[in-house]
């Protein structure tokens, strides 16, 4: 990033010469950006005079992180003001998915297992998703309260700090194991971030599956016996 100085008062007959310098804040110096300390030379010719910092790109998602800037001068120089503040905007997000597009159980397994993975970014701090459970458009929709409990779970994944691509997190949904002999029923499954603010999406259509509940159930069919 460049920060400049200028002169915004008075004529100047002569060369004169300020420091300019970084200040830790929320950034920290070496991480994220490279600390400076250089001298800015003004006469004549130059009322402006601007120096570079380094900024650190690196693959962590931040939130925006600042640090301060000082410029100082012996007179007759007059600074003001003396510090300025550069606010480093992250240009990383973490991406997250669905790690299948189907997950399955027999009934008398009781859940159905479905997991979140983080596909993308290092989490500087956590990062919570939110599952939810809705009713299928299909056929063979399963029914809320009756073959699968909605909403359970407890539905709000939390990725602590220091995930990384790979994580990945499980949750349940109980489904009901009934004595009806029925035909494999699906429910629909949907993920989002919990805070729209924080620097973080879902892959495209890898924010949605599927929940199929497979019967184990039987009937008996035999002779009627006569009387």
Known sequence: VEVCAVVTDGTLERTVNITLETLP???TDGEDYDAVSVELVFNTTVSRSCAEIPITDDPLVEPPETFNVTITGDPPVIIDPPTSIVTIVD???AV??????EYSAIEDVRFICEAIELVSGVLTF???VTVTTAQSLSATAATADIDYEPDP???VLIFPEGSGPGTILRDNVTIVDDDIVEETEDFDLFASVTNPSDPARFADTRDMAVGLI???DRVIIGFEMPN
């Open 126 to 128: 956590p990062i919570s």
């Open 96 to 101: 997250f998915q669905f790690t299948e597009l």
């Open 153 to 155: 779970f407890p539905g």
């Open 214 to 216: 497979m019967d184990d």
């Open 25 to 27: 804040g929320s950034a």
């Open 91 to 93: 240009n990383d997000i």
